[in-house]
């Protein structure tokens, strides 16, 4: 049996097939986690989701921006959704859609494992937060996903503001947990997110650290599996295992297996990206 945590797939289906071919997955004993980000910008959307789902009782999914976003547009009216991109209108208009995003909408927003000894989420954890503590969080919105008023909760959870506070109440405070689970990369020790800045670390004003560096965060008791932070790349260090490798920019998809003593890390090419066509040159003046 082997246990294997694998980086935003974004809709990229070939290399999620390469992938799984390259680490014997065997759905009879092994297990696969997924960061999250599922679907958007990788042009086979549908048919990621399709295979995700039918290996739903061999996995666990955590919930990504790109997915909540695809929650949220399902509940608009068709004429709105006919106006995102064609990747997720294939899923909002199949004819298996309604299952599916019914599915989606019953992850999780962290998976927590204590006899393997690892946490998963999408992006990061609040500079203060426990693995207790985001357990705790990520249930209250869970419970929100997963009940009557969830319609209510995705139209209401878009927002830069406010900042992570542990005395908001209601869809601020849903939404604060929200953007600590899924949009994080940079915050300021006192977990202000800049919601900004996507660069690698370097780039970023000053004041802001990656979340896993910040200055006075808090001592975990678990190993982190992450992904959304593609610039980032592959980063292991601070109890963080950062695999988001850019698959859906024709970077690598990464699998990190997460039940054996050493490290295992197994990564296959991403989407095949077109080049950019040539700029036409300027006339001569000669």
């Not at 503001?161 to 604060?176: F, Q, T």
């Amino acid at each position: 049996m082997a246990i294997w945590a694998i980086g935003d797939l974004q809709g990229c289906l070939d290399p999620l097939q390469r992938l799984l071919e390259k680490i014997r997955f065997d759905p009879a004993t092994d297990r696969l986690w997924f960061c999250g980000d599922l679907v958007n910008r990788g042009g086979q959307s549908l048919e990621t989701l399709r295979l995700v789902h039918s290996l739903r009782e061999q996995s666990v999914v955590v919930l990504g921006n790109h997915d909540l976003s695809l929650l949220a547009i399902a509940q608009r009216k068709p004429e709105e959704q006919r106006k995102v991109n064609p990747d997720l209108q294939r899923i909002l208009f199949a004819d298996d859609g309604a299952e599916l995003l019914g599915w989606l909408r019953r992850q999780k927003l962290a998976h927590v494992d204590r006899r393997l000894g690892w946490m998963m989420v999408h992006a990061g954890l609040a500079p203060k937060w426990t693995t207790q503590m985001a357990e705790r969080y990520a249930a209250e919105v869970e419970k929100q996903l997963h009940g009557e008023q969830h319609a209510k909760l995705l139209k209401n959870m878009y927002g830069d503001a406010p900042a992570w506070n542990p005395r908001l109440n209601g869809i601020d405070r849903w939404r604060a947990i929200i953007n600590v689970f899924t949009r994080l990369r940079y915050c300021t020790p006192r977990g202000r997110i800049g919601f900004e800045d996507k660069g690698a670390p370097g780039t970023q004003p000053a004041g802001l650290y990656p979340w896993y560096e910040v200055p006075g965060r808090v001592e975990r008791d678990l190993r982190i599996v992450c992904g959304h932070w593609s610039t980032l790349g592959l980063m292991i260090g601070h109890g963080v295992h950062a695999i988001d490798t850019g698959a859906v920019w024709g970077g690598r998809l990464t699998a990190l297996r997460l039940d054996g003593e050493a490290l295992c890390v197994v990564q296959v090419p991403g989407r095949d990206v077109p080049a950019d066509p040539p700029k036409p040159r300027p006339p001569s003046r000669r």
